[in-house]
């Protein structure tokens, strides 16, 4: 009885065992790659519903109130607030008083129990991210967090990776803006952003910190 | 949400409903060992107290603990009464505790426009957008009783409250409070300054006083019960001092 497999057929079929082990790990890293980055992982553009589906884009895009009235530590502090339930009472101790909508933060300002607000951007514990300096330095609120002024339930407007942070660790004249301009919402860049960059890198003295233990700490 | 289910994150697991078990094996025989066995959340998600975070130890489920009673942190002794109370004894001081300059009342401006505009209006008309949805209407800051009352009024009104307002103590802290009030002088100044008074070079810049326009056609639209209407002199610029844009 003749062979059946061609004497070549035991290279061939180790070079295919070993080709199909490659192709499978590039397929597979490529997909954890994918699965990386996707907003699965990242929660990037994911809506999170609130206990009180409270809306940036009406209290602040409409209304006008600046991001400071609520969120006052932002200044001062690595952690940006979220208002005590007193601060929804300056004003809903009058208006929508019977909204039903609103008997949470009654029930919150009456009883002293906390609102279990849902963490929108939510960095590793591993990061230790300051916003005060952030602020000072001419980082836009809506540099990192977007048209907060349209959203009427907040996502997170970017990926929040590590790659995101160092794109503007590493060269911070392509975002920074004039002081006077980070709690602006609809800023348009001026056309020489890089130039008036640059100028604002000198003047404010920011550091292009790409150390890891800048945020690893 | 918190991806502490390190299978269900990687292996469509949930989609194709099946036991974790099944997939761990090939996969790991696949030489993914490594690299998965590195995306497990713990570090990202550790067991610390952060601002805010839920505690699950403490009753109120807070992290943050409030002080005991009796605690005062380093510089936060208000010993000076009439700088932390605006009060000297029981009566409202009339004189500024920090010294005013330009610097204050430009930061007093920019607080204002944060914590008091959305009510008292950015000229302190009491006509805010706050105002304009349904919040009882503030008093004008350009009434008789407003101009005469000393600033120890102004800082009581910020820390303690007053009718409908709630105190803002948490939100405005004490230098920023008396920077406020200095910018509010500056805006009933505005509204109420004497031609006379005026530097020559300013005076030549008003409109001449037979073009001037009478004092309804340039205050705000009145809101039902507000009597009280700030009363441009004639010929008195009518943007508030320090609003430079």
Known sequence: MPQIFHHSSNTLSK????????????VGAALFELMADSSYATNQGVMRVQPVQFSHSHHAGSMGI???????????????????????????????????????????????????????????????????????????CETCHGRIDQMPLVYQKNSLEMRWCLDCHRNPEQYVRPPSEVFTMGYKPPEDQLVMGARLVKENHIQKLDNCYTCHR | MALQDFWSLWIPTRWLKLPTNFWSKPILAFGFAAILTGCRQDMHDQPKYKPLRHSDFFEDGRTSRPLLAG???????????????????????????????????????????????????????????????????????????????????????????????YNYAAQIAPRDRWAIISYIRALQYSQNANVGELPPGMKAQLPSMDKVAPPSAVSSPEIKGSSEQPNIPKGTPATPMGEAK
């Open chain 1, 66 to 140: 600046d991001c400071r009235y609520c969120h006052t530590s932002v200044e001062n502090a690595a952690f940006a607030n979220i208002p005590p339930t007193k601060t929804c009472m300056n004003c809903h101790s009058q208006i929508w008083t019977n909204s039903k909508e609103l008997e949470m933060v009654r029930a919150s300002f009456r009883s002293d129990e906390s609102i279990p607000w849902v963490k929108v951007h939510d960095l590793p514990d591993f990061v230790y991210f300051n916003h005060s300096i952030h602020v000072k330095k001419g980082v836009g």
């Open chain 1, 15 to 26: 070079i295919s065992i070993i080709s199909a082990l490659v192709v499978l790990g590039g």
């Open chain 2, 71 to 165: 605690t005062v942190a380093r510089g936060e002794m208000h010993d000076d009464v009439a700088f932390f109370t605006g009060k000297n004894g029981k009566d409202d001081i009339d004189v500024f505790p920090i010294a005013i300059d330009k610097t204050v009342i430009e930061r007093g401006h920019q607080r204002f426009d944060i914590y008091c505009s959305p009510c008292h209006g950015r000229l302190g008309n009491g006509l805010g957008m706050i105002v304009r949805r349904g919040f009882k209407q503030p008093p004008s800051y350009h009434i008789d009783r407003l101009r005469q009352a000393p600033v120890g009024h102004f800082y009581d009104v910020i820390t303690n409250g007053y009718g409908a307002m």
